[in-house]
């Protein structure tokens, strides 16, 4: 088939709307979070003290986290489903330069012998298992608006999707988790959403190809 | 390219994003020209690549994923990014693994050479579509025939006749994308 031919069947080819990114992004953003919210309180449901513990910092300063971490994950994303954008993974760091310096500060608040224990917790078994599983539908909502994307790096947009869906699974165990120390969160955590991260490549690189 | 080509080709896909598709073809026939020489002066003799496949495998990418250019940008870089992707994809494909500079694609004039030589991997994935499908690829592309005349000829509805080459160019594109 020469070119020109491709280019006249490319520009009788007007039918195809394809939806816009804009949509895309919004309605898997949505329908992650409800689809996570579903698992999450057909499951393990939030603590039964929750009234009690939003009134503490640091339980608060758990979704201060988990937040930060799925909004800026989010936002690279979706410049990762762009070609020839700008990705700016340097906003990834706001969640563990924000996590460091509460680990920081827990390590002075407490003594030196329940560092520990505090950080062991009591549900970390809970943690490892409950944030994959919350964050399984958002991996495969995400992945699907990536695909209607143009990524240019398939195993690192899977990658960020892994990690955005890994913090809104992270989000809702929290308000589950009792262990609200910054030790535990900064120790159980990362390696609960890193298992989600891999899981994403992983999908990135084998269903992202375009 | 020129800040003066990025704005008319910027103000084509913005014109074809609204809805105007008149001024699509010639848009598509300037990216062409724009990647042939990058695709020529990447893909080297013994490659086993064909410069041209390039060209073909950007264009319908470009056309499939026009929807991810966000229009207030400049078009260029979209479009680098994207025969990039290609090249690489090709190599990829081929089982070589190659690095290239984005810097390459940057200053890269449009050159006047002509195309001589028929690409093939287009070809081999329009040979593997189904009758249909290609029937009314090859109608529209190689006879130039409307939409309305292939639907005569083949005796389909109009709306049949654009989802089936819809389909078949998703089809030919989502061959390139395969690990093979």
């Known amino acids: ?210 | 390219m020129t800040p003066a080509k990025d704005k008319e080709l910027s103000d084509l896909m913005r014109a074809v994003l609204a809805g105007d598709e008149s001024g699509y073809a010639r848009l598509l026939g300037d990216i062409a020209r724009l990647i042939r020489p990058i695709a020529r002066r990447k893909i080297g003799s013994g490659a086993g690549l064909d410069p041209e496949d390039i060209v073909q495998e950007t264009l319908l990418a470009v056309h499939l994923k026009r929807h991810t250019w966000r229009p207030e940008e400049p078009i260029g870089p979209w479009i680098y990014a994207i025969a990039r992707y290609k090249i690489i994809d090709a190599y990829r494909r081929r089982g070589h693994r190659v690095e290239l500079d984005i810097a390459a694609f940057a200053d890269t004039l449009a050159g006047e050479e002509k195309q001589t030589v028929l690409a093939r991997d287009v070809q081999r994935a329009l040979d593997c579509l189904s009758d249909g499908q290609r029937q009314v690829v090859s109608a529209i592309g190689v006879e130039g025939a409307s939409i309305e005349e292939t639907a005569k000829r083949l005796g389909m509805k109009e709306t049949a006749v654009r989802v089936a080459l819809h389909r078949g160019l998703a089809a030919i594109a989502a061959k390139f994308g395969k690990t093979d």
């Open chain 1, 1 to 210: 088939m020469r070119t020109e031919d491709l280019i006249t069947a490319l520009a009788a080819d007007t039918s195809s709307t394809r939806t816009g990114q804009d949509r895309a992004w919004t309605l898997a953003i949505l329908g992650s979070v409800v689809l996570a919210g579903l698992v999450f309180f057909a499951t393990i449901g939030p603590r039964a003290d929750l009234m009690a513990a939003v009134q503490t910092l640091r339980f608060d300063f758990k979704f201060v986290l988990t937040l930060s971490l799925a909004l800026s994950g989010f936002m690279v994303l979706r410049a990762a489903a762009v070609p020839g954008a700008r990705v700016p993974l340097r906003a990834l760091l706001i969640a563990p330069v924000l996590g460091f310096a509460a680990v920081g500060t827990e390590l002075m608040a407490l003594p030196a012998g329940v560092w520990a224990m505090a950080a062991v917790g009591k549900n970390m078994l809970v943690c490892l298992t409950f944030i994959p599983l919350i964050s399984l539908a958002p991996v495969l909502v995400l992945t699907l608006a990536l695909r209607n994307g143009a990524p240019t790096r398939p195993a690192l947009s899977g990658a960020l999707v892994g990690l955005t869906a890994g913090a809104i699974g992270a989000t809702f165990y929290a308000a589950h988790c009792t262990d609200d120390s910054p030790l535990f969160v900064m120790v159980w955590y990362p390696i609960a959403i890193a298992l989600v991260t891999a899981m994403g490549a992983a999908l990135g690189r084998l269903f992202v190809r375009w």
